[in-house]
């Protein structure tokens, strides 16, 4: 009998690669220390009502395959059924081959559902109906916990409530969720009028009045500290650049008023401004001990026809191709020159630049501890087999991989934890190619013993997070 | 016997390939939708002199081959005897070993002559006379005909006469011809006195005088239809980057009295200039359902000393590294903001680029059509293995590769067709490596068709073409 | 018994590549074009005290390793005993799993010192003992002639005295010793202060005041006439990018007094001046039969706090992302136009740029002579199997590998000739997979031919340099 297209050694094309991964990387546990998860859904173990609802409302990267095959939005965001909307997706994978979409997509139903067919329109009606019958069990917790999550981390804006995080801290869910600071908007003063929204929602968080820089500043720290008793240990940036032109204190509250006014500030003003907050976070996340992440390179929101009806993250999104080099040196010296540097994250999302981001990292370890600057694991568009490869790649080249703090699923959607699983094997697979090619030592042991630091060791140490206890895994 | 070198499985690599490309790839006609091949010598039938002239004479490629092999230009351009030249080529092909000229040459001799010889200094001699022998019953229709062109896409001033395209109609050719429409030269007022002169050429081709801006857009308006009428489905435009800071019609108009005075605009000038007619473009584009193409990323000319001498497109152009992503996204979503966005091909230069020019085709996917907007066949400098896997695994990563509309040669060489089948073994072999892998699944008939669609199906279909009668293959 | 890891086959994955490496590489002796030995050491035939001494101190590749590894600045340049120095590197290499440190390492251990135990905390005592017992008869002049380097540059200041090199040539040392004129210090004039220090010292090395900047020019042409009776046959220049907006002599004069009067002057007047100056260093070559090499794109001096205690070449540099192409081929153009652009080698450290740097020799190849402008081997942070096969693969698809001048050791270290051999067996299993795949026609005397042409024959060619004598090789 044929195997199925997910097997029990899917991607591990070698020898060593099988035992690497079935005796090493696949016994690990999960920290998943960045993604887009909804605090509110785990805090309510939300049940989902159909596939539909958990498998692809929100996705992007299917409604982006979707629309490239030629689907009315109708049956993507617009009003179809749920299962007119399966139906579409269901017609549209056949169309994926050599996508990751093809892989994530026969990985999930598998892991999740036990479900070994190949997704298209003649096992459409099977797969729906019986991944929706086995939809009650499979509650958010459930998800969670059969995956050996054992850290989860959101991404939390600083003028979100953290109640979520208090009520799943309350509830009996095994794996610690912990939110991540991600102070984007801050930045966001072009926009004058949603900058306003925003700093209104930030005073409720804070239930004090934001009128001068430094009510804003005070109020942001504020919500640092908040953070970091909710057991948040790192922030998170998402930028086009690094902003490295600074300003004084005094220049950067003159912008703040004005934004604050209403008014749109200059290019160079904007970069002065958020050069100047970007400082601010780097040296507060110093002083916690928190972990800086800089998700560079994203050239977003550019279709305006459909960013107008459907709003952001909504498949518009693309790769840039910014100059990054010396802006980044620059900012990560001005924090490091008074020893003020972070450990550090930094996540490239133009794979034209991954080498600029592995030997940036070289140029600020310090000594201090092992690995203190990262280059992120592939991200987005990159996060797929040929993305992953190139970016372990760079970092064996030009750092040391041994130390790498390993994958993150990035998602906003609860069936991604087998993405895990898929870097795991694909690391494993390269790893075994370089004990078959000789490139490494024929030393098990040790290469596996290696899986195992990246796949779970290294992120455990590297952020300062209170660990989970165990998790019985599921078999 | 040692097989020849280019035998029946050249680049087949792995069982799965060999049965996709014999059962699948190698049976499809071919739809060459953008070269550079003379609409005169189609019309003509034109008969050869000798190898160098129908294989030689022209090629930039080859001629950048022998200059760096030391070659004098005399035998390159210059007034050696055609069978001189042709010897200076043959000493320099065994110094191409890894470049696609050792493939294409050896490809081209066993395709066209039947002969399986290496070239090389001990094999001129033979290859030259039995070539010469040949070219008698190798007349540019032969070539056409016996390579099952159905459809041949011609690179069209709008200045030229559409003579050649009518006579080939009436001829007794199989292949149907259509004229591209690539307006490039109405672009270039920075250079006026070049400008005028063509703009002189383009009263001529449409028999009115051309004073205003507004007789200007009337008259390639003029010639868009007109090409239309003549079966042309597509507009072809080569930049160094997208022009993309629209002025207005006035401005425009401003601009372009001033070269028609003669006096040369300022690099702002020229960007608003050709801002407003590439939006032209687009729009007259979108109305007539005809597909728009990009060729971005060359930089042109870099050689003063020998452009002098020789002219344009003699061997010294090469790959810029020009910042691509904002612009393009800026040009296609102004396009698409008044729903005026045409089906578009995006062809890039710098593979640097190939990720943001893939994930850029993503954000203007509306779901109207399968693959309205594809990222271009590798292109020119990356028309070889290495470039045609890299752009295949971008298009795949981050886009739908069954919808790609795959290979053109771009060649100005009649010989050139096999490159058709050299992407073809490159794409069976690939997704023959992927079978093997167990990232695709092992489906043939799945992947065969697959195979099909890119090779023939998805460009018969994206393209208006009236499509030929089918022709015979020649065994 | 395992074999060890660098086994007689390491890296050569399949049978043509064996023979290729054995039959015809690994016999090739060594011309090493470009490094930075000390003239001084090889003048003294300098005995190292301990293998820290030889091995560890001023390699910034480990220091960069150490300090990923959290290692301290003490055990890396600080005053820890040189034992201590060596326990902590002992304890990192386990760590450079799949970093270019690990196989040079063992390579290095391996063909020096006969040591075939993989390094680590376990083997450090044995490694340090049996490697310190052999350094008497490992001296300078030893691990030269044990490599048959026959030609090796140094690279030198034009304020360097040529002393050392006259010293050398009057030793028994067989290997020929030449300087390479590498005047990067003459274009630092927006740091005053250093510039004029090194302006006094450039006065003392040609016994004259300079003055005026026709006495500056006059002094580097000078040093430049010394250099090349000393053999010197190239000139160096590290460049972030290539100066490309040249003024007049007068302008260029301007600045230079500016400079000496110790006003910093602006990026556009150092790029003017820039310019002039490279402009006159391509002329000299072209007027001498020099080889002019180009090293661009690093980012230098990246963190302050440590190169404020360390100073500069200490592992603080990295890769930037800077534009290229257009004043690449500008600065190219302008020699050439009055066919004064000598042969020209350049070398990339973006690996994104490779396939710009190899079409843009194609640009500027003029038949004179083979192979006049080439793509430089894989520097730096390429100097390792996945940048080198880059390399190749870049040079080979755009341009002519079998004219290619070959591989560098650019060290530091005497102990890094191995990386010739790393090279070849680099070159030898990529041309051996092409004979495997069928891609490379499976004539294996062909194939050696290119290779030994790529190890030996084409620099010796290629440079003007006076050979040594045949070195017998040591087995």
Redesign the interface.
Known sequence: M?PP?I?H???L?NEPARKLYHRHAELQPIIDYHNHLSPGQIAANHQFGDLTELWLSGDHYKW??????????RF?TGDASPEEKFRAWAATV???????LY?WTHLELARHFGINE?LDVGTADRVWREANTQLPSLRVHDLLERHQVRVLCTTDDPADSLDHHRAIRESKLKTRVYPTFRPDKALHIRQPSAFNAWRERLEQATAGPIKTFDDFLSALKKRHDEFHAAGCRASDHGLETCPASPCSHAQAGHIFNAARAGNVCSPEEYSAYASFLMLEFGRWNASRGWALQLHLGA?RN?????LGSLGPDT????????????AL?AY??AL??T?ELPRTILYNL????N??FA??????????????VQLGGSWW??D????IEWQ??AL????????FVGMVTDSRCFLSFPRHEYFRRVLCNL?GQ?VV???????LP??GK?VEEICFTNVRDYFGFEPSPEIAPCL
């Open positions: 044929k297209f097997h050694d899917f991607l094309g982006r395959a979707l629309r490239a095959n030629g689907v009315s939005e993507i056949p169309y994926t081959l050599r996508n990751p892989h190949l050239l550019n279709n305006s026809r459909l498949g518009f999104d693309s790769i840039g191709d910014f100059p990054q080099a010396s040196a990560l010296n490091d020159d020893n133009n794979p034209a630049d080498y600029i030997a940036m990292t070289g140029n600020f370890q310090d000594g201090v501890m092992p690995g203190k568009f990159l797929q087999k040929e993305g372990l790649n064996s080249n030009l750092g040391l991989l041994r130390r790893l370089g090619a000789g490139e490494l030592p024929s030393d040790l290469i290696m």
